[in-house]
């Protein structure tokens, strides 16, 4: 791999950090402040004022087998010296875990300690850009300069990773959430882009990449069992824009590029660069770029109609084709998801979709399989290969905003939903899928995940029988105080 051609033309996500105002502001700060006053409710999008510990109230019955941690990660600090970022991931990384064994449940939430978070503290205001904010007051290094560590929590190999898209890996220590430092997989990489959506192999090992647009490029990783590197790549993406997650099957690697043109502007945000492209007569569709796995090289694209993306579910081969799960967004849905920073909640558009690609007949078909949703995942015993049921968020349309307020549990052979539905006053969080030992099929372990009881200002950890999602929550772990709103984690059984 070419770094430095890599890192040149990509110019990190600093690249614009030679404008000369700071402009995350105090206008955002009021007006969320003043919409807080009226909405409680938005408080799952407030600064968090420092590190957490505390047991929950355990309402029903923990099984005795779900024993571990779950790791969660999300941003949690919006605000510092009287000014508040203007996008939802621009906020500094808080790491969370959740302890659970012998009918208790303990919580740990820390703040990853990333340069941008040190020196940011010591200087007691923004200094660095961030992806929804510019700010300017200091210059930029590399990537690992404004790295947020907020996306994902990752236990790998006995070490635990707070991920970020833009730039490496943190390690934290698995036990205390105390962050040990920059992870570097090889010096070639240093301060490369690492997504925050690497996917394990069931064989051992993971696949990841990393994306910076200014150079048209997708970096492929593939990392092996002990945190070893067995191959790079850099693969030519023309008209590169933001790519978040990816998906993985048996032979691909695939990822979906939607329509944005990139500005060259240095006076905006990276996101603010994202100009949509999806709509008009000129509209461009979204591209699905397909690289194999035994070459790291492009084997082919298709086209869907112009969508945006965060988050694939599983890809699995089905003969001459591939299957694979996708929650697509209509419309800019990156600028969308930025208007809670002031107080403002806008609705969701977005459904699952199972695309199918054919290479023979170089088309893409798309079958719905479910609403409004986000945040599918499936057991990890069948990633990469083909799965029969999808875990997923929904809507149950009980509160006027479409908040996600539900879990699902798609029977994709049948098209039935097993789901529960929180109601109104809930923001429901990802959840994933726990498998019982020798699990006998999908549905044999557990879905766990978080939930914020809105009215009553608290974080609450779920735990449902994955055979009978409707039925309701088995256990109810409430903490006594509200936990940041997080994004993404990984349960590690004990």
């Known amino acids: 791999m070419d770094r430095r051609h890599f890192l040149h033309t990509g110019a990190a996500l600093g690249a614009f950090a030679l404008a000369s105002a700071a402009r995350a502001d105090e206008a955002t700060y009021r007006s969320f402040h003043a919409a807080l006053a009226r909405d409680p409710s938005l408080a799952v999008y407030a600064d968090q004022a420092g590190d957490q510990q505390g047991e929950a109230v355990v309402k029903g019955r923990l099984p005795r087998d779900l024993r571990g941690t779950f790791y969660r990660n999300g941003p949690g600090r919006f605000e510092l010296g009287g000014e508040r970022y203007h996008h ?15 009918g208790k449940v303990a919580h740990r939430g820390r703040f990853v300690e990333t340069q941008r978070y040190r020196d940011e503290s010591a200087a007691g205001q923004f200094l660095y850009p961030a992806f929804g904010t510019l700010v300017t007051r200091r210059g930029v290094r590399d990537n690992d300069t404004m790295n947020a560590a907020n996306t994902n929590l990752l236990p790998y190999d006995g070490r635990l990773y707070a991920l970020w898209e833009g730039g490496s890996a943190t390690e934290l220590d698995p036990a ?93 945000s990276f996101a603010d660069r994202h100009k949509w492209a999806g709509s008009g007569n000129s509209a461009r ?13 492009l084997r082919q694209v298709f086209e869907l109609p112009p969508q945006m993306v965060f988050h694939f579910g599983n890809a699995w081969e089905d003969g001459d084709c591939t299957r694979f799960d996708v929650v697509l967004h209509e419309g800019d849905a990156l600028a969308e998801v930025s208007t809670v920073m ?22 893409a078909r798309a079958q719905r399989l479910f609403g409004t949703s986000e945040f599918p995942r499936v057991m990890p015993q069948v990633a990469m290969a083909r799965h029969r049921r999808l875990a997923l968020l929904g809507s149950s349309g009980a509160s006027t905003d479409l908040r996600l307020d539900s879990v699902n549990l798609v029977d994709l052979d049948t098209g039935k ?78």
Request: charged fraction near 20%.
């Open 88 to 102: 939802w991931f621009d906020g500094d990384g808080f790491a969370q875990a959740w302890t659970v064994g012998g």
């Open 176 to 268: 205390t959430l105390a962050t040990r430092g920059v992870k570097t997989w090889g010096d070639e990489l240093r301060a490369m882009p690492f997504s925050a959506h690497p996917k394990l192999d069931p064989r051992g090992g993971m696949w990841n990449f990393g994306t910076l647009p200014g150079a048209d490029r997708l970096a492929i990783y593939q990392i092996g069992p002990q945190g070893q590197v067995l191959r790079t790549a850099l693969v030519p993406v023309p008209q590169l824009a933001m790519v978040h997650d990816f998906v993985v099957s048996a032979k691909h690697l695939i990822f979906i590029v939607p329509p944005y043109d990139l500005l060259k502007d240095p006076g905006l």
């Open 285 to 297: 569709p979204a591209r699905v770029i397909v690289v194999a796995k035994d070459t790291l090289a």
């Open 342 to 363: 002031a107080g403002r909640h806008t609705p969701p558009r977005s459904r699952t979709v199972q695309v199918t690609l054919d290479y023979a007949s170089d088309q």
């Open 417 to 494: 939903v097993d789901g529960y539905a929180f109601g109104a006053g809930w923001q429901v969080e990802e959840h994933v899928l726990v498998p019982r030992r020798n699990p006998r099929s999908e549905t044999d372990g557990y879905l766990v995940g978080v939930a914020q009881d809105l009215r009553a200002g608290v974080t609450v950890m779920t735990v449902f029988d994955a055979a009978g999602i409707k039925d309701g929550p088995v256990a109810l772990a409430r903490l006594p105080y509200r936990a940041p709103h997080c994004f993404h984690g990984n349960f590690l059984t004990a």
